[in-house]
Nanobody
């Protein structure tokens, strides 16, 4: 199983960016998927998750109403649409998968992780 996150880059505050996570070896719709991020000098934190076989999702309060997690089953790709980006959103963003049903905000429930993509938001 391989997860590949992409789409990061350097943007200005207020800009938008869409991250993608492609998978090989698994069908993403059969897994709960999550996005996490790790800012410099900080621990990795939960961003958003989407339930398997469903569009049900939850987002961290810090990104609620700005970020949206979604999945394109035909492309076997997970997305994170990020709008109104802030400098505090600067981090390496990781996608991860879990074979459990439900929604999970802690890392321990996720089995496979992508390598991360860096998002830098300048003020």
């Amino acid at each position: 199983v391989q997860l590949q996150a992409s789409g990061g880059g350097l943007v200005q505050a207020g800009d938008s960016l869409r991250l993608s996570c492609t998978a090989s070896g698994i069908t993403l719709n059969n897994y709960g998927m999550g996005w996490f991020r790790q800012a410099p000098g900080k621990e990795r934190e939960f961003v958003a998750t989407i339930m398997r076989h469903s569009t049900t999702s939850i987002h961290s309060p810090s990104v609620q109403d700005r970020f949206t997690i979604s999945r394109d089953n035909a492309k076997n790709t997970l997305y994170l649409q990020m709008n109104s980006l802030k400098p505090e959103d600067t981090a390496v963003y990781y996608c991860a998968s879990t074979d459990r049903a439900g929604l999970y905000v802690t890392e321990d429930y996720y089995s496979y992780w992508g390598q991360g993509t860096l998002v830098t938001v300048s003020s």
